[in-house]
């Protein structure tokens, strides 16, 4: 197992397409919901604990070698919104080139045959993760951690923020995302004798109903 290979699954830089995705915060930053660095961190912490701990109990699984495809089954049942389906396709049709060129593997190329309109992003993510020979838990914490510095680092953007401030937040967040992902990679462990409604289905209404109101704008500075 590489701790650098770790690190570059997670990095900001790494070509997935993330870098366009505000993960719903432009959509909280229009409607006033998100204006400042304390309301941003209440966001991020309530992405991370819905969101986020679904896509890494996901992407754990799929490490961990279950099914991807019934993985990306789940992920669909999981995510309501045919507007944030669609985002979740198409960022793991992205994040799938940049995986099969730096990790190539046989489940990869596999996943991208039978999902040629793309899988779930965090399905990728965890095979990505396998490929590269992390556990289910990194591939857990890397998409416990997307699934808030991509919000904060999108809002620096949107408001103007202090970055130094935005690294702060993800700083102070950092144990609880240390948290979600232990309890991700545990519900993926419990998937061989429970099946796949182990995993995480937790939910946040509110993002899923502005995510469907954002995919609508004509004018925005974030896909989604």
Aim: net charge negative; aromatic share 2%; glycine share 8%.
């Amino acid at each position: 197992m590489s701790r650098a290979a770790l690190l570059l699954l997670a990095d900001g830089r790494f070509p997935a397409g993330g870098h366009a995705h505000s993960g719903g915060v432009e959509a909280a930053v229009a409607h006033k919901a998100v204006h400042d660095i304390d309301s941003l961190e209440a966001f991020c912490r309530g992405r991370l604990h819905t969101t986020g701990l679904t896509t890494a109990g996901l992407a754990a699984a799929a490490a961990a070698g279950c099914d991807p495809l019934l993985l990306d089954d789940a992920a669909d049942a999981r995510t309501p919104v045919p507007a944030l389906r669609a985002v979740a396709r198409r960022l793991g049709r992205q994040m799938m080139r940049a995986a099969r060129a730096t990790f190539p593997s046989a489940e990869l190329d596999r996943l991208a045959a039978e999902r040629p309109q793309g899988a779930h992003q965090p399905i990728v993510q965890g095979l990505a993760a396998r490929a590269a020979g992390l556990t289910p838990q990194d591939a857990a914490c890397a998409a416990a951690y997307e699934s808030t510095g991509g919000p904060a680092t999108a809002a620096v953007r949107l408001l103007s923020l202090d970055p130094l401030d935005a690294s702060r937040l993800l700083a102070r967040l950092s144990a609880e995302i240390d948290t979600v992902a232990a309890s991700a990679a545990d519900a993926a462990s419990r998937v061989a004798t429970e099946g796949l409604d182990a995993l995480p289905s937790a939910s946040s209404p509110l993002l899923d109903i502005t995510g469907e109101q954002h995919a609508a704008w004509t004018v925005r500075l974030f896909a989604s």
